[in-house]
């Protein structure tokens, strides 16, 4: 499947692709609508990119505005797929990327001086990783309060409405995938 940014400074272009099934890139549909919804959140915002893959919500994000983008994952061929994206887009001055198990924690967040305002989390599906890997972005305190996290995962796993400090504000379903919006309040 080839992905494009959809909007904004780099509209049109394409990212480059994990090779095999290891990765489930966001469908582009699936990115516009998720972007639409967010569309005055992100000019500006400090990004962070949980299970970033390819890097497509950050560097969509950097297209449409975002001051900065940090990426996670653990991956080493999402890794090197997204450092070539990222050197393609000319990115790396507004971009680190962390190599990092986000299961374990969110250790690697505490050597950054600025905390996050909008947070994408696009973990594998069915992995129950999504209660653990909120648990520790809380833990982490590298989001400022009213921080907003989109989370894609199937319709199988949900996000407790009592997960932590955190509020679903709005769920919205796509095929087989439900994208879930919180909101961090402490």
């Not at 919500?57 to 080493?76: H, M, P, T, Y």
Request: glycine share 6%; hydrophobic share 40%; net charge positive.
């Amino acid at each position: 499947m080839a992905l494009r940014i959809i909007a904004g400074e780099f509209k049109g272009r394409k990212l480059r692709s994990v090779r095999g099934t290891k990765t489930r890139p966001t469908a582009d549909r699936i990115r516009e609508a998720i972007f639409n919804i967010l569309a005055f959140q992100i000019q500006d915002a400090t990004v962070l990119d949980l299970f970033a893959g390819t890097g497509a919500f950050g560097i969509e994000a950097l297209s449409r505005g975002a001051k900065s983008v940090i990426f996670v994952d653990v991956d080493s061929d999402s890794i090197s797929v997204l450092r070539e994206n990222i050197k393609t887009f000319s990115l790396e001055n507004l971009t680190k990327i962390f190599r990092w198990d986000l299961t374990r924690n969110l250790n690697c967040l505490s050597s950054l001086q600025s905390t996050f305002n909008l947070i994408f989390m696009d973990p594998p599906y069915n992995k129950n990783m999504i209660e653990t890997t909120l648990f520790n972005l809380h833990c982490s305190q590298s989001m400022q309060n009213g921080a907003r996290i989109v989370v894609e995962h199937s319709f199988q796993e949900t996000v407790s409405k009592s997960q932590l400090p955190f509020e679903i504000s709005d769920q919205r379903g796509y095929g087989k995938t439900l994208v879930s919006f919180l909101n961090y309040v402490v």
